[in-house]
């Protein structure tokens, strides 16, 4: 484990533990939580590894201080383990400034953990551990946007604070698609962090009633994709008044590429996840023009489709992965020579938006387009194929 400063809680060992401590305190009475911590450790390492020892000991005779819930045993150990100079050996070895570095911080943690603790308080968990609705339910829920300023980072699609406004309360629909847990606890194992996984789908409705789960079509969140993960929390979800309207299968074959975050929490100047919803699902008119951004942004273009044509790559820092990159990077240097020598024969470049650019098409005089198609509806690329062939 990694030690990045003197305090006691200053590594990696005290960092990973503090939320075993909380799953622990948080289930048990003090005697089995301490128990239990003190089992789980012990697969890891014990006092032979002095400095692993210390930096466990340490940080959960000052977590138990703080709480208010510090035994005798516990700090009188912590206590000795100070005075005798134990785990110290690696400080000394450092040289004199970390060696002093350190007798400072563990004088001060020793007069703390001797010094009156708190009354004991209520140990909260900083996990959301509800699996919020069942795994193919359709569900309703309001926007909010009143007093919130729609979000223009890169890529959001143009939208005055007006119209965003007017989006107050109009209902957009989802689908559970999963529940994801990113973090476990080892002693506790009921205690995780659960992530709902979506699938948003296009349109406002001013009522659950309006909607028809057969009619609905998939938005796009972010990277032609309409998967998003959020807290597995009802607490938001009530406060917009959500409704069931329905339940159906679950498509097969889910991307495992959902890592978009929305944060219903969340309301500042640089972020609000109305502006999310709002930009994927906002009926905006589909526009088809001469292309407005510069070519790099078609080269990237370019290599997304690359990616999409060759699979999805394995997990990064191994051999497939690095396969799978140089592959994709000699197609789309194929692909950027070919559209360098359409734009040498006098090319033009058109792009379908929807909300932001879909698919580009380069078109040489007299020639078939060339259509450059990253998104996951095919109506897109024929809608811009054909009215580019129309062109000159």
Sequence with gaps: MGTWGASITGNDTALDLIDEYKAAFYKFDVDTAVSKIDQYVRTMFDETDEEEWVNYYYS??????????????????????????????????????????????????????????CAPKKIRLDFHMEDIFNDGEYVAFRLKTLEKHYNREAGYAKLSEEEFQACNDKYVVVQKIMSDVSQVSQIVPEVCDRWAVFRLFKGMFDSPDDIRIEDLKEADFRNGLPYFY???????????????????????????????????????????????????????????????SSISSVYTMLQMESRIECGEGEAPNNIFFKKFREKVEKMTEKKKKEIDSMLEKGAKIYELRHNNVKCVAVKVPKKKARIIDVSSDPEYRKMLEEYVNQQP
């Design 60 to 117: 959960l005779a000052d977590f138990m201080w703080k709480k208010g819930i510090l035994t005798d045993e516990i700090r009188d150990r912590a206590v000795q383990m100070v005075d005798s100079d134990f785990g110290m050996q690696l400080w000394i070895e450092a040289g004199t400034r970390e060696e002093n570095a350190r007798r400072k911080e563990l004088q001060k943690f020793r007069e703390k953990i001797l010094s009156p603790q």
């Design 230 to 292: 959020t807290e597995s929390s009802m607490f938001h979800f009530k406060k917009r008044g959500f409704v069931v309207i329905g339940s159906g299968p679950i498509p097969e074959n889910v991307k495992n590429d959902y890592a978009n975050g929305l944060y219903l929490g969340i309301n500042h100047e640089t972020y609000n996840p109305d502006s999310l919803l709002v930009k994927s699902v906002y009926p905006f008119k589909i526009e088809i023009s001469e292309y407005s």
